[in-house]
C-alpha cells in the first residue's frame, strides 16, 4: 500500500514453513576425481512451503542423538557448504575403503523457524 510517498510492506509469516521431508537413504560409491560429495541439500531434508518469500537461511549438523559436535572421524568428514537457497550437507571422499555409517542432526533455520532432523548416511 502506498500513501502520500509512504509505503507500507507486511513481512510474510515465515514461523510454521518448515516441515521434514521424507528421506530415501542414499549410499555414494568412492569417486577418486571427487573430494567430496553432496549428500543431501536443505530442500531433501526440509519442505518449506514458502521457500521464495522465507527461504532457509543457515543450517548446522551435530552427532545424531543430541546436540553435541561430531565426533572424530565425522568431525572432519561431514559439513555444511553452500548458501542460500542451495545449502548442502557433504561427505568427504578421501578414504577409498568408505566410513561407517553416521547418524547426523540437520538443523536449518528461515530466520523465525528452526526444525531439526536426523539422516544416516552410508
Known sequence: MTSDNWKVTQAPS????????SIT???FK??????TTTVYTSSEIFTNSKAATCPITSCTVTQGGGSTALVDPFDSLISIRGF???INLVVSQTAAVGYPDVTVRVSCTNSVQTLTHEVTLR
Do not use: F, H, I, N
Open 25 to 27: 537413504a542414499k549410499v
Open 14 to 21: 515465515c514461523a510454521a514453513t518448515l516441515t521434514t521431508a
Open 30 to 35: 568412492y569417486d577418486a576425481s571427487e573430494t
Open 84 to 86: 542460500s537457497p542451495t
